[in-house]
């Protein structure tokens, strides 16, 4: 909680010293925490009095405490401040920073457009399988862009770029034998002890409502009542625009718009840094919104003072009432009123899919999308010009959702939700449909259609995406001393088990076979972009498009020679790693769950001490996505973002929740509930979480009464 709401507000500096200070900068920059208390006034007055009600007792638990803070306070010798409504609001907010951020895709493209050509740029960024081509498009440099460009891309801080993934479905009543629908949720988050899901069950006259929540934030995100389950999965919209905005010559404090120049909007930031100096900046803000290069520093002196970078984005609104939403969600009786919850969504634009006690499904993308005056935000714009401005946002009763789905199914898993003659823009980077194929082909079995169906689903590990690419891989004559590990995949059926050592032949491979197919052609950017990119490594082998050629060496490389390269690449990398015998090689002993303390992970002892470290079954394409950062030289194949709650609602039993988060409920070390669910989340079992009141008395271990100081 301390963490989250310190990052929103730019102040983990003021705990950690400079080492956040460059992030610290980056959301000074943005204005997190100014939009979040501008937020509350749109908030009515019932839903900002439990915003402060959530707060008074956090502070209640802050003054009646006795005894020494969580060891983490003591180590950096911090003492928490009160919290705050706001602090609530920005830590809400910061899931938009995870899940709906996308403008470091933005401007690797800008940069690489003046090194490869429109079609390898929109070949290197392909549009959806089975959809047309982006259109081409000559990409100019804009003035100064370049080293604007540069500057704040060495000042973003990292994403989850490439690592978006929730998986929900949902069976009506028709598909059970219970005659009430079924619905399965696991949403993908960054992995991390403790968990950062907290389960939750609150009951009091006319509510009661349980699921998971995450601390800090006041709402239950992923639960049921007693009518109505719901679960989510990031819709993956493009709600980041870069604008390059020219200064007027001479007037550095104006800049240009379509109608004449305009005055910055100036703001000055004070970050405190434990041990050091303060750290002040000026921020200046226009109409697209904050100007980030401003904050960039210390890369600031490479930056023309006659060019500025803004940022337009859906989250930095400050009239965001999405905790409104999750407020009027608890309460929601039927699709109707589920549906006028939703309208208070702001962002991170979510799939919500629901299930009704009277049998019925529904899907809906709530959040809020821009429509821009031309074009798609694909590259920065010229911010002087207009063209790429937004106009609006797409209207809530145009939003994608569907209502009682004719074959009583439906399955989002951050695929493409919508048709082609869909009228609104939302983006052109959505998953593969891996997952989302995997978990129809299961539905499509009748049998699945049960609790224990259900959880062999969220526990899936069969790879479509490896069945696609191994017929690809397989075709070449293998060297004689890769033809072993070549057998071995002829005879593979894609299960990312942890104790197979297929999934660590393939994964290598196809890690090499990417730095084959497209390190030569982007230099020194390749590790900037170096991910799977399966679309566009699938198009390539199949010969759709031509970068199989080493373009820094005189002869004409085939794909089939890269293939077999990559191959030979991987067996001498697997040989060094863990010995040239290929019968003790297993994918566990690569893939391992690293479950990251955010405070001490980086530490010498302490981070041993508080990470939780275990291998793993899975893979970045599985229904149960494991993901890893193939970048990663050291640890390429280390598992940090995954399904950290795992949720199954039966409509039919109020008593009959199955729910699993990853480590444990405490965040004291000392306590064995900090990682006493490690396991169960790891070898697929499920806790129950029962809702009425004498099935949660039967269950109870303790008790804790709270007692209001004026009854």
Known sequence: ???????????????????????????????????????????????????????????????????????????????????????????????????????????????????????????L???????????????????????????????????????????????????????????????????????????????????????????????????????????????????????????????????????????????????RVKDSPNVS???????????????????????????????????LSHNDTTLQAGFRLANAKSWPEMQVALRDFIAPQQNFVSAHIDGGINFIAAGRVPIRRNGDGWLPSAGWTGDGDWIGTIPFDELPRQHNADDGMIVTANQKIVAEDYPHFITHEWSMPYRAQRIKALLADPSNHTIAGFKMMQTDVQSIMARDFLPLMLAVTPDVKAREIHNRLTRWDGSMDKVSIEPLIFHTWYRELTRFLYADELGDKFGTVWDRRPNFMYRTLTGENEWCDNVTTAPIESCSEQILAAQNAALLWLNERYGDNSKSWKWGAAHRARHRHQAFSKIPVL????????????????????????????????????????????????DGTHVMISTGQSGNIFSRHYNDLVDHWSNGKWILLPMTTEAVEVAAKNHLVLMPSNP
Not at 66 to 83: A, D, I, N, T
Not at 87 to 107: I, P, R
Not at 136 to 159: D, M, S, Y
Not at 231 to 241: E, K, R
């Open 125 to 271: 960024w392909p549009s959806y399988p089975g959809n047309p081509p982006r259109p081409l498009e000559e990409v100019k440099a804009l003035p100064g862009a370049p080293a604007l460009i540069e500057a704040v891309l060495a000042a973003l801080p990292p994403t989850a770029t490439g690592k978006v993934g929730s998986n929900n479905w949902v069976v009506d009543g028709r598909h059970t034998q219970t005659g009430k629908p079924l619905l399965a949720n696991d949403p993908h988050l960054g992995l991390s002890a403790p968990s950062p899901w907290y389960i939750a069950h609150l009951s009091a006259p006319n509510l009661n409502v349980a699921g998971a929540t995450l601390p800090g934030i006041p709402i239950i995100i992923v639960g049921r009542n007693e009518a109505l389950a719901w679960g989510i999965t990031n819709t993956g919209p493009d709600v980041q625009d870069f604008f390059v905005e020219k200064t007027v010559e001479n007037d550095p404090t104006r800049y240009m718009t379509p109608h004449g120049t305009a005055a910055f909007h100036k703001r000055t930031e004070t970050i």
């Open 607 to 654: 981070g041993n001490l508080f990470d939780i470290v275990h291998s793993h079954s899975g893979g970045p394409f599985t229904v149960m996505q494991a993901n890893t950062t193939i970048a990663n030289i050291e640890t390429p194949f280390e598992e940090n973002h995954g399904a950290a709650l795992r949720m199954i609602f039966d409509l039919a039993d109020l």
């Open 281 to 315: 900046m000026e921020i200046r803000e226009t109409r697209h919104g904050p100007v980030i290069s401003d904050a960039s520093a210390p890369h600031a002196n490479a930056i023309s003072n006659d060019e500025a970078l803004a940022l337009a984005w859906t989250a």
């Open 1 to 123: 909680m301390e963490t989250a709401r310190r990052a929103g507000a730019g102040r983990l500096s003021e705990i950690f010293g400079k080492t956040t200070l460059n992030a610290d900068k980056y959301l000074r920059g943005l204005g997190f925490y100014h939009a979040a208390k501008a937020s509350l006034h749109h908030y009515e007055k019932a839903s900002r009095a439990l915003i402060e009600a959530y707060a008074t007792g956090i502070n209640a638990y802050l003054a009646s405490h006795k005894g020494p803070l969580p060891l983490e306070f003591l180590v950096f010798r911090h003492q928490p401040e009160l919290w705050t409504a706001a602090d609530s609001v920005v830590s809400a907010k910061m899931m938009s920073q995870k899940l709906g951020a996308n403008a470091d895709a933005e401007l690797m493209r800008h940069q690489l457009a003046q090194r490869l050509t429109p079609s390898q740029l929109s070949e």
